[in-house]
């Protein structure tokens, strides 16, 4: 992961658009430096002359058995540094036109991908498209309560929104599908109309 995860940065500096996957997500940890102090900053050290065109696949979540440092949800920790772009895509649709929005993007993009949705099948079309980075997407529409989910916790709030829907509740949930940047807009306009906001997250 160390080594690797160095050269791809290197390899992005000096004109490619490599994609490096982690095994697990994890072990990103141990390329902290080459992730969040080299390819998230030399653009803005280098004022803008220089960008880090880099992908970075990294398999998350738990559900698996395996073990605790090969189970854990890190993208909130990298959501938080400037200069890195972090998405998560819900579905086999979003999984094809997130990667490739990634790869077009002149910025370092991490995509977390849970293991447990490789599993799941949806539609996706033959041709090339691109989910833009940044947008969330609405699931389902409701009126009474917003639930903000990402990945398989997206599925899971579409399920208790069938069950709250037999308790005479109606959710409104939103599938994120980008942490960084983040569609503040989307969630603002839900609960100006719900009122109310629940987020759902797989913790560490």
């Known amino acids: ?106 910025d370092p993009v991490l995509i977390f991908e849970h293991k447990l949705l490789y599993k799941i099948k949806g539609a996706v079309p033959e041709a090339p498209y691109r989910v833009p980075i940044g947008t969330a997407a609405v699931r389902r529409a409701g009126t009474d309560v917003t639930i903000v989910a990402t990945a398989i916790m997206v599925h899971r709030a579409l399920e208790a929104a069938l069950i709250l829907a037999g308790e005479g509740i109606d959710a409104e949930v939103i599938d994120l599908r980008s942490l960084r940047p983040l569609d503040g807009k989307t969630i603002i306009d839900s609960v100006k109309k719900t009122t109310r906001l629940v987020t759902v997250y797989e913790g560490v």
């Open 1 to 106: 992961g160390l080594g690797g995860a160095g050269v791809a940065v290197g390899a992005a500096i000096a004109g490619s658009r490599p994609i490096y996957e982690f095994q697990f997500s994890d072990f990103a940890t141990l390329a902290m430096e080459q992730i969040v102090n080299q390819a998230a900053k030399i653009r803005y050290m280098l004022g803008g002359r220089v960008s880090v065109p880099l992908v970075m696949r990294l398999p998350c979540g738990s559900g698996t058995g395996a073990a605790a440092q090969h189970s854990q949800s890190l993208e909130a920790w990298f959501a938080h540094v400037p200069g890195l772009k972090v998405v998560e895509p819900s579905t086999p649709h979003d999984a094809k036109g997130l990667l490739l929005a990634a790869i077009d993007d002149p």
